[in-house]
């Protein structure tokens, strides 16, 4: 029974740190797979495989390599002399990311709430350091919190596009689009984008756990959780009519149908958001501690610094220049990573 607890809690983790702004808003969906119609479900399935498969075989071989940091896991992706421009580039994509949710967060208050947002910012600092102080468990308590609700309200909204009238003729219709054809590398990019990013928190995680049975049932409940997430948001989404049209097309929703719910709703984007800083800051502070002789403490609240520096740049050039980039790179990482020889039995 402990073992199962530690392999939710695995799993409540890997989510928390895969979701974020653009997946708590569903503009993020939208673009990798709603705009696509049915097809979009077809491409989720294979996007859910790969984390679920590369997400477990991440971490049990995080324990084999003793990597208590991203970067060792990149020495064995890459090799020794790619993996230091690899680690370089991580660390400075990673301090981008988030500073881009903390100008998300930010925009929670202003937008939805009418409170500053530097008041959203400095709040968010403030629970940042919090849980950084508590540590691991801080991090397993936040996402054993915030997944399952963002899970059962994904599902409560779900609900009202299943029982629409003309649902089925909707869920299996494919639109004409232009470049119709770049369906086939969504859940690729999409994936290779979210599992790059996830490594700086799955690895250190792993080694920390360091039992490779908890890990790998971690990866599979968390890949199998982010795949029916992404499911029903794709079904909520596709009943909105031209969809691709609002930059949050899940608020939209919300407002429209469940209106009482709506407070509520935005305090989970929040904890979306909060999942992947307090996660992604976790993981650059364990890297970090190998080069700064320093007390986690301080480190954290350097990184914490940097970050709220770069989410005073405006939240969308940070997304449109940050996003494709690493998307490139990241889809290298998956493909090194598939064919290395090592296979993890789901079995055992």
Same mark, same amino acid.
Not at 141 to 157: D, H, Q
């Given at each position: 029974m402990k073992k199962w607890v530690g392999a939710c809690q695995i799993a409540a983790v890997y989510v928390g740190t895969v979701i974020g702004a653009g997946f708590a808003t569903g503009r993020e969906i939208v673009v990798f797979f709603t705009k696509y119609g049915f097809i979009g479900i077809l491409s989720i399935l294979m996007a859910g495989y790969l984390f679920i498969v590369l997400g477990s075989k991440i971490m049990v071989k995080a324990i084999d390599l003793k990597a208590h940091s991203y970067e060792i896991f990149n020495q064995y992706v890459f090799g020794k002399s790619i993996a230091k421009l690899m680690n370089i580039f991580m660390l400075f994509m990673l301090l981008g990311v988030c500073g881009v949710m903390f100008s998300?967060?930010?925009?929670?208050?202003?937008?939805?709430?009418?409170?500053d947002k530097n008041i959203g910012i400095f709040l968010t600092i403030g629970l940042t350091i919090l849980i950084m102080i508590i540590g691991t468990k801080g991090v397993f308590?936040?996402?054993?919190?915030?997944?399952?609700?963002? &899970? #059962?309200?994904?599902?409560?909204?779900m609900t009202q596009s299943l029982v629409a009238p003309n649902f089925a003729d909707t869920f299996f219709h494919i639109p004409e689009i232009d470049n119709g054809w770049k369906f086939f590398f969504s859940p690729f990019s999409y994936a290779a984008l979210n599992l790059t990013l996830a490594q700086a928190v799955l690895v250190p995680i792993a080694y920390e756990v360091n039992d490779k049975e908890i890990v790998k049932w971690g990866g599979v409940?968390?890949? &199998? #959780?982010?795949?029916l997430i992404l499911i029903s948001s794709h079904i909520t989404l596709i009943m909105l009519p031209n969809v691709t049209e609002y930059d949050i097309p899940m608020a939209i929703i919300v407002q429209n149908m469940f209106s009482s719910i709506y407070f509520i709703y935005v305090a989970i984007i929040y904890g979306e958001i909060f999942t992947s800083i307090i996660g992604n800051i976790y993981g650059l502070g364990k890297q970090l501690r190998r080069y700064l002789s320093l007390k986690m403490f301080w480190i954290y609240i350097m990184i914490i610094a940097v970050v709220t520096l770069i989410s005073k740049i405006n939240y969308g050039t940070l997304l449109s220049f940050l996003y494709p980039l690493f998307g490139y790179i990241s889809l290298l990482f998956i493909i090194l990573l598939w064919l290395k020889k090592d296979k993890i039995d789901l079995k055992k």
């Open positions: 998300g967060a930010g925009s929670v208050f202003e937008d939805h709430l009418g409170i308590a936040v996402n054993s919190f915030v997944v399952p609700m963002m &899970v #059962l309200f994904n599902f409560i909204i409940i968390g890949g &199998v #959780l982010l795949t």
